[in-house]
């Protein structure tokens, strides 16, 4: 089959760059083998350089020394670690984030609970009685068996949160609980003084398990003043 | 934990200097010598520079016109 | 001991006309010899192609419909979504591609299949090996780790095969006829050796006698990430690298770009597994050695970005007419834009951002699918019909695959890219509560992004299902050709 | 370009070179630690995990738990894994020793479980959440794995652990719904991801 001659001439090809100029106009016309080769766009070699320059930089400042223990790259290699300053943390946000966190897993993100298994934190003669002392010590080491809260019974184990949260974490989601705009609630706010305090009196009651409704009621509302 | 040091600066010097050397054996055994040439090769000497070997099949199986 | 092939300047003196007809000649036996071998292959890979396609359904729709197909135990999302990884990487992609480098490297090596027995067995183990490590990540016997999730029983047979084919690759460019060796050859070359000498490795590192704790990670991205960049990524190039010169009929813009591009793909490809675990429990210098690699992956992305582009200056009319140019070019423009993201999803700053989010996800299929799956569209679109000399049904149903495919990849990757990045921003702002039915939270922040994915999906399907009825028609046509007398038909290429 | 050995010369030493920086370095400095003895409570750390726990690991694993759960704390100011209480400090290879394979994991469909165990105690909880987990969180988007548990008829009296379900979820009358050894086993598994031993390297 002979080459196609009534292909016009193509004047697609772009303006060689040092390409041999191979007739692709006239195919009788044979291609010179040519000694040279076409340069590398000479931008495209500037380009890689800077890249491999950035390459070494980049690793040598970020790769901690090379340390097999060293997990953040801007230890070691440099001094100045991201030192991000612990701002000011407003306990009411604190709260809110930890409750969504923890908490609003059983008594739900709303506070309303579950009828019939986790009750409801919500306008509950619990959470809005005028002392924190009790509810420090359900956030402490848990509630179980029989309680009555809204008028509806509830009877399951809580999960402590003694070892978990420290006494900052649950003085946050207390205070947050205790004084939820939505909810309409505005009992008084926690300190975390209060809660250590209450967390070293009550030390030798967290290995007998949780609280029970009677014990609570034992407690005043209002933790007495040492 | 010398024995890494021992790899990492042996593979940083010689990697480079084996991937220098064979290219330097490349270009004098004409590896680079004519490329334009094994761009051609995939060419059959008589398909025409320029012209479409690929297109849509016609919308029948019967009128198979063949295009220029 | 090869046959000299005719060189261009020859061939134009009047005296040679016998040699284009033996070139001719020449170009029909290879095609006859690679018929039953590669058409075994490309038939066997469309059906897991449509097999991963359910899958990948089914897996959408859990997303954002959970209770969907809820009850039961081997359809649960945790093993439907690696089943629609393996059916697609293994039995899809790697099997297309190896059919996709079977035909060329006897194209390019100007020699016909020299043992198809050996091409045939791997088919047949290949896809024996896929159907039982998919059956066992359906029962449950997944290894657990992304990418290698085939129980230990399925990988020796798949592992057989590999080899199969890379000794045969090795085997026909030792008796190539044609001295010049083509970019396309250096990349499956590169593809062949790399990618069974990988696998058996990571056999090694992580199943028989695995590495302990982390280094399992280690080896397990390494792996990941050059099965995309030394096995997959070099096919896609080779036949891009052949099809866009060989259908516009002009020659690579600069045959030393595509040197310079295959060199560094190789230097820096390999290293760049770990920025998959980048702010994880690894030693800092580990996750920058990844993070510059991938940076320097810029470099053979542009020379190849560049090289395919100034070979196509001039001629991007021709896309309206050609189905394999199309396909081709939205591979190789798909390449770019993956290899761009990638790098960018690489960096600390952003990867801080879109690490554990779907943008993750949107980058792993403009990759797979956007770049490599069509390249094999476009590839089968011109192998087939030059393998059994029989035309393609019908001009409609692949413009509806084209366009059904390439609507249905954007529509996959640009919401759900978007839709990442809101993800991690909501996830790193501790304030935005993870889950919340009602107030705008991380989880239903990210539901809509889900939903146009599981609609992509169907475009996708409806792209695939045409390409599948295109393809039983073409060998329902060719069973009927076979019983007609032979007749010399034109050479439908002309 | 003609020649074939220096192609394969360097197709090997380009794959021979990221093996050695990314596989053979981290085996040396990182593939031989110890469990390390803990000054306060005096054992070592990471222990190995109880024989339930650990077939409720093999669970985690054959139902593709990290294709939406990871299980890597990444460090303050980098992510809010500590700020969203993920965890009380980040994560490092030592945690990893005795997981074959390692589920670091790759999405964050689902929240972070390195620290579940610590975040969330109740065992009771966990088997509610994986039978339905629409029950205890509604909006979740979780696959639900009611095969991990059995519907039973009620025998003398309910048994311990059958599942405290109401409404729409309650199996009809006379049945409950107990989850099955594997049920227990994820359970006991999630209630032992503990990600809080104060380690040197984790500062």
Same mark, same amino acid.
């Given at each position: 089959?002979?080459?196609?001659?009534?292909?016009?001439?193509?004047?697609?090809?772009?303006?060689?760059?040092?390409?041999?100029?191979?007739?692709?106009?006239?195919?009788? %016309?044979?291609?010179?083998?040519?000694?040279?080769?076409?340069?590398?766009?000479?931008?495209?070699?500037?380009?890689?350089?800077?890249?491999?320059?950035?390459?070494?930089?980049?690793?040598?400042?970020?790769?901690?020394?090379?340390?097999?223990?060293?997990?953040? %790259?801007?230890?070691?290699?440099?001094?100045?670690?991201?030192?991000?300053?612990?701002?000011?943390?407003?306990?009411?946000?604190?709260?809110?984030?930890?409750?969504?966190?923890?908490?609003?897993?059983?008594? !739900?993100?709303?506070? !309303?609970?579950?009828?019939? !298994?986790?009750?409801?934190?919500?306008?509950?003669?619990?959470?809005?009685?005028?002392?924190?002392?009790?509810?420090?010590?359900?956030?402490?080491?848990?509630?179980?068996?029989?309680?009555?809260?809204?008028?509806?019974?509830?009877?399951?184990?809580?999960?402590?949160?003694?070892?978990?949260?420290?006494?900052? !974490?649950?003085?946050?989601?207390?205070?947050?609980?205790?004084?939820?705009?939505?909810?309409?609630?505005?009992?008084?706010?926690?300190?975390?003084?209060?809660?250590?305090?209450?967390?070293?009196?009550?030390?030798?009651?967290?290995?007998?398990?949780?609280?029970?409704?009677?014990?609570?009621?034992?407690?005043?509302?209002?933790?007495?003043?040492? | 934990?010398?024995?890494?040091?021992?790899?990492?600066?042996?593979?940083?010097?010689?990697?480079?200097?084996?991937?220098?050397?064979?290219?330097?054996?490349?270009?004098?055994?004409?590896?680079?010598?004519?490329?334009?040439?094994?761009?051609?090769?995939?060419?059959?000497?008589?398909?025409?520079?320029?012209?479409?070997?690929?297109?849509?099949?016609?919308?029948?199986?019967?009128?198979?016109?063949?295009?220029? | 001991?090869?046959?000299?092939?005719?060189?261009?300047?020859?061939?134009?003196?009047?005296?040679?006309?016998?040699?284009?007809?033996?070139?001719?000649?020449?170009?029909?036996?290879?095609?006859?010899?690679?018929?039953?071998?590669? +058409?075994?292959?490309?038939?066997?890979?469309?059906?897991?192609?449509?097999?991963?396609?359910?899958?990948?359904?089914?897996?959408?729709?859990?997303?954002?419909?959970?209770?969907?197909?809820?009850?039961?135990?081997? *359809?649960?999302?945790?093993?439907?979504?690696?089943?629609?990884?393996?059916?697609?990487?293994?039995?899809?992609?790697?099997?297309?591609?190896?059919?996709?480098?079977?035909?060329?490297?006897?194209?390019?090596?100007?020699?016909?299949?020299?043992?198809?027995? $050996?091409?045939?067995?791997?088919?047949?183990?290949?896809?024996?090996?896929?159907?039982?490590?998919?059956?066992?990540?359906?029962?449950?016997?997944?290894?657990? +780790?992304?990418?290698?999730?085939?129980?230990?029983?399925?990988?020796?047979?798949?592992?057989?095969?590999?080899?199969?084919?890379?000794?045969?690759?090795?085997?026909?460019?030792?008796?190539?006829?044609?001295?010049?060796?083509?970019?396309?050859?250096?990349?499956?070359?590169?593809?062949?050796?790399?990618?069974?000498?990988?696998?058996? $490795?990571?056999?090694?590192?992580?199943?028989?006698?695995?590495?302990?704790?982390?280094?399992?990670?280690?080896?397990?991205?390494?792996?990941?990430?050059?099965?995309?960049?030394?096995?997959?990524?070099?096919?896609?190039?080779?036949?891009?690298?052949?099809?866009?010169?060989?259908?516009?009929?002009?020659?690579?813009?600069?045959?030393?770009?595509?040197?310079?591009?295959?060199?560094?793909?190789?230097?820096?490809?390999? &290293?760049?597994?770990?920025?998959? *675990?980048?702010?994880?429990?690894?030693?800092?210098?580990?996750?920058?050695?990844?993070?510059?690699?991938?940076?320097?992956?810029?470099?053979?992305?542009?020379?190849?970005?560049?090289?395919?582009? *100034?070979?196509?200056?001039?001629?991007?009319?021709?896309?309206?007419?050609?189905?394999?140019?199309?396909?081709?070019?939205?591979?190789?423009?798909?390449?770019?834009?993956?290899?761009?993201?990638?790098?960018?999803?690489?960096?600390?700053?952003?990867?801080?951002?879109?690490?554990?989010?779907?943008?993750?996800?949107?980058?792993?299929?403009?990759?797979?699918?956007?770049?490599?799956?069509?390249?094999?569209?476009?590839?089968?679109?011109?192998?087939?019909?030059?393998?059994?000399?029989?035309? &393609?049904?019908?001009?409609?149903?692949?413009?509806?695959?084209?366009?059904?495919?390439?609507?249905?990849?954007?529509?996959?990757?640009?919401? *759900?890219?978007?839709?990442?990045?809101?993800?991690?921003?909501?996830?790193?702002?501790?304030?935005?509560?993870?889950?919340?039915?009602?107030?705008?939270?991380?989880?239903?922040?990210?539901?809509?992004?889900?939903?146009?994915?599981?609609?992509?999906?169907?475009?996708?399907?409806?792209?695939?299902?045409?390409?599948?009825?295109?393809?039983?028609?073409?060998?329902?046509? &060719? +069973?009927?050709?076979?019983?007609?007398?032979?007749?010399?038909?034109?050479?439908?290429?002309? | 370009?003609?020649?074939?050995?220096?192609?394969?010369?360097?197709?090997?030493?380009?794959?021979?070179?990221?093996?050695?920086?990314?596989?053979?370095?981290?085996?040396?400095?990182?593939?031989?630690?110890?469990?390390?003895?803990?000054?306060?409570?005096?054992?070592?750390?990471?222990?190995?995990?109880?024989?339930?726990?650990?077939?409720?690991?093999?669970?985690?694993?054959?139902?593709?738990?990290?294709?939406?759960?990871?299980?890597?704390?990444?460090?303050?100011?980098?992510?809010?894994?500590?700020?969203?209480?993920?965890?009380?400090?980040?994560?490092?290879?030592?945690?990893?020793?005795?997981?074959?394979?390692?589920?670091?994991?790759?999405?964050?469909?689902?929240?972070?479980?390195?620290?579940?165990?610590?975040?969330?105690?109740?065992?009771?909880?966990?088997?509610?959440?994986?039978?339905?987990?629409?029950?205890?969180?509604?909006?979740?988007?979780?696959?639900?794995?009611?095969?991990?548990?059995?519907?039973?008829?009620?025998?003398?009296?309910?048994?311990?652990?059958?599942?405290?379900?109401?409404?729409?979820?309650?199996?009809?009358?006379?049945?409950?719904?107990?989850?099955?050894?594997?049920?227990?086993?994820?359970?006991?598994?999630?209630?032992?991801?503990?990600?809080?031993?104060?380690?040197?390297?984790?500062?």
């Amino acid at each position: 089959m002979k080459p196609d001659s009534s292909q016009p001439a193509s004047p697609g090809l772009p303006p060689p760059t040092g390409v041999a100029d191979f007739a692709c106009n006239d195919p009788r %016309e044979p291609i010179e083998p040519t000694e040279d080769y076409p340069s590398l766009p000479l931008w495209l070699v500037t380009f890689a350089g800077a890249l491999m320059f950035w390459g070494g930089i980049y690793l040598q400042r970020y790769s901690g020394g090379y340390a097999a223990t060293t997990y953040d %790259e801007n230890a070691l290699g440099s001094g100045l670690a991201k030192t991000n300053a612990v701002a000011q943390i407003d306990p009411y946000a604190l709260g809110r984030r930890l409750f969504a966190d923890t908490c609003a897993k059983c008594h !739900q993100p709303d506070g !309303q609970g579950v009828p019939g !298994q986790y009750p409801p934190l919500v306008n509950s003669e619990w959470v809005l009685a005028s002392g924190p002392a009790r509810m420090i010590r359900i956030v402490l080491d848990a509630l179980q068996g029989p309680v009555k809260v809204k008028g509806s019974d509830f009877n399951n184990t809580m999960t402590p949160w003694r070892d978990t949260l420290t006494d900052q !974490q649950i003085a946050a989601i207390v205070t947050y609980v205790r004084t939820q705009k939505d909810w309409g609630h505005n009992a008084s706010p926690v300190t975390a003084g209060e809660v250590a305090q209450i967390r070293a009196k009550t030390r030798n009651h967290s290995p007998a398990g949780p609280w029970t409704v009677s014990e609570l009621l034992a407690i005043p509302e209002h933790e007495p003043q040492p | 934990m010398i024995i890494i040091w021992i790899i990492f600066v042996s593979s940083v010097v010689v990697l480079p200097a084996t991937a220098l050397l064979a290219l330097r054996w490349t270009a004098r055994h004409g590896g680079f010598d004519d490329l334009q040439k094994t761009a051609l090769s995939i060419f059959d000497e008589e398909e025409p520079v320029g012209r479409m070997t690929d297109r849509f099949p016609a919308s029948t199986a019967n009128e198979k016109k063949p295009r220029s | 001991m090869n046959a000299s092939s005719p060189s261009i300047l020859r061939a134009l003196s009047p005296a040679d006309t016998e040699d284009e007809s033996q070139s001719r000649a020449l170009l029909a036996e290879v095609d006859a010899s690679c018929r039953w071998p590669v +058409m075994l292959l490309f038939s066997f890979s469309l059906v897991w192609l449509l097999i991963g396609t359910v899958f990948a359904l089914v897996a959408s729709w859990k997303m954002h419909a959970p209770d969907f197909l809820g009850g039961i135990s081997w *359809l649960t999302f945790g093993r439907v979504r690696p089943a629609h990884l393996n059916a697609m990487v293994y039995g899809f992609a790697s099997q297309a591609g190896v059919g996709v480098t079977l035909w060329l490297m006897c194209r390019l090596c100007r020699t016909p299949l020299i043992c198809g027995w $050996m091409a045939a067995l791997a088919g047949v183990f290949w896809n024996l090996g896929v159907a039982i490590g998919i059956a066992g990540i359906l029962a449950g016997h997944s290894t657990g +780790m992304e990418w290698l999730e085939f129980p230990p029983y399925a990988t020796p047979i798949l592992f057989a095969a590999f080899a199969l084919i890379a000794i045969w690759g090795i085997i026909t460019f030792r008796y190539r006829r044609e001295p010049h060796l083509y970019i396309s050859q250096f990349y499956l070359l590169g593809a062949l050796l790399w990618f069974p000498w990988l696998y058996s $490795m990571t056999q090694v590192l992580l199943v028989m006698d695995p590495v302990r704790g982390v280094v399992q990670a280690a080896v397990n991205w390494w792996f990941a990430h050059n099965v995309l960049g030394l096995w997959l990524t070099p096919i896609g190039l080779a036949a891009i690298y052949y099809f866009i010169p060989k259908v516009i009929g002009r020659p690579v813009h600069s045959y030393y770009l595509s040197l310079l591009g295959f060199w560094s793909l190789a230097l820096f490809y390999n &290293w760049n597994g770990m920025h998959h *675990l980048v702010g994880g429990p690894l030693p800092a210098w580990l996750i920058t050695v990844s993070i510059v690699a991938s940076v320097m992956m810029t470099i053979p992305v542009l020379t190849v970005g560049l090289n395919h582009h *100034l070979t196509m200056w001039g001629n991007f009319h021709r896309l309206k007419d050609s189905p394999v140019l199309r396909f081709m070019v939205f591979g190789g423009m798909s390449y770019t834009v993956a290899s761009l993201h990638g790098v960018l999803l690489a960096l600390r700053s952003v990867s801080e951002v879109t690490h554990f989010t779907h943008s993750t996800i949107a980058h792993a299929h403009i990759g797979m699918y956007a770049f490599f799956a069509m390249v094999m569209f476009g590839s089968i679109y011109y192998i087939v019909p030059r393998l059994i000399q029989v035309e &393609w049904p019908s001009a409609r149903l692949i413009r509806l695959h084209f366009w059904a495919a390439a609507l249905g990849i954007l529509l996959y990757v640009v919401p *759900l890219a978007f839709g990442g990045v809101m993800q991690g921003l909501a996830m790193n702002n501790p304030d935005v509560p993870f889950l919340d039915p009602v107030k705008h939270s991380v989880v239903t922040l990210t539901l809509p992004y889900l939903k146009t994915r599981s609609l992509s999906g169907i475009l996708l399907g409806i792209g695939h299902l045409a390409f599948a009825v295109s393809f039983i028609w073409i060998l329902i046509r &060719w +069973m009927n050709a076979g019983r007609r007398p032979k007749t010399s038909t034109a050479d439908p290429s002309v | 370009m003609k020649y074939g050995p220096l192609i394969f010369f360097g197709i090997f030493l380009t794959l021979a070179a990221s093996w050695c920086g990314l596989v053979l370095m981290p085996q040396i400095q990182i593939g031989r630690q110890g469990a390390v003895r803990i000054e306060e409570t005096g054992e070592f750390y990471p222990a190995a995990r109880s024989g339930v726990a650990q077939q409720g690991f093999e669970i985690y694993r054959a139902n593709g738990c990290i294709y939406c759960h990871s299980q890597q704390v990444r460090m303050e100011g980098f992510g809010a894994d500590i700020l969203r209480n993920w965890g009380q400090r980040r994560t490092v290879a030592r945690d990893y020793l005795n997981d074959k394979p390692v589920m670091l994991g790759t999405m964050r469909t689902g929240p972070d479980l390195a620290n579940i165990g610590v975040r969330q105690t109740s065992a009771e909880w966990h088997a509610t959440h994986l039978y339905n987990p629409r029950i205890p969180s509604k909006g979740s988007i979780m696959p639900p794995f009611p095969f991990l548990f059995e519907k039973r008829k009620i025998g003398s009296h309910p048994s311990a652990d059958a599942l405290k379900l109401s409404g729409e979820f309650a199996p009809e009358p006379g049945y409950e719904i107990v989850p099955k050894p594997e049920g227990k086993a994820l359970v006991q598994y999630l209630l032992s991801l503990k990600a809080n031993t104060p380690l040197p390297e984790a500062k």
